[in-house]
């Protein structure tokens, strides 16, 4: 059978569909637009580890890595609030090993929060005596002597609170279709930006005999679109399309994928 001859069904239902979603009637000058772009034949290479081929020697795994490139075209960035990808196999006959990134939470604070409190109070008191005394010849004198005393002090009571920054997940990924597939949502962060590229990895396992196959990949961007005063949720781009794997240094491999692609 021919490489990849199994896969051409599959990849003709999932034939190559390329769009930049146009607004509707309520688009306005604002509205952003992205493009993508990425490879679509795939070089994999082997990362089987001597652990799992001695526990699995019938099969292997392969790492394949997908460079997305994300352009704004028209618009603001700030428009665009998450880029979901997703990676599944197009026949389910590949498995999903492991893949990179991972979900990872960000905080827009570079450390945790500290709060500091702090109390003050002071401390006194007064005291006076007043009244006559006897003198001699029957008269009185009126004394008044006053005794006073103070005590002051002051007290501060300062207490700190340490509390975890907030954090939100700026790459949330896992597995999709009985972890036949995985996806990937990237947000924008204070240190990361959705515009350039962005590197994902993805291994499989397969057959020790395996040479090349398909996966469909699809990208979508979202965000927000202003509608008269009112903001309102828009899908703002989106490409999915089939893309062909093949082992590292199998030229003949290579040379089926490319042709497959260009079907």
Known sequence: MPLFASSVRAMSAAAVILSFVAA?????????????????????RDVTT????ERYPDERVIESTIRLSVYLTSGAMSDVETIRVE?????????????????RLESEFADDIETVKTTESSHS???SLGGEVPCI???????TPSISGGKGGKEVVTEKQKRVAPKQAVIASGTTNEEHG???????SPTTSLEGVHELKV???????WRGDAVRVAVQAAGNQKVLWMSQPKVLAQKSTAVALYMEGDFAARRAA?????Q
């Open 50 to 53: 001597p652990e799992f081929s």
């Open 137 to 143: 010849g029957g008269t009185a004198a009126n004394v």
């Open 182 to 188: 995985v996806f990937f949502v990237l947000r924008p």
């Open 87 to 103: 990676i599944g196999d197009v026949d389910r006959r590949l498995k999903v090993y492991d893949f990179s990134p991972s979900t």
């Open 125 to 127: 008191f007064e005291a």
């Open 258 to 262: 490319e042709r497959l692609v260009r």
């Open 203 to 209: 291994q499989f396992i397969v057959p020790v005999t």
């Open 24 to 44: 509707g009637p309520e688009q306005t000058a604002d509205a952003a637009g992205l493009a993508f772009d990425f490879g679509r034949a795939i070089e994999c």
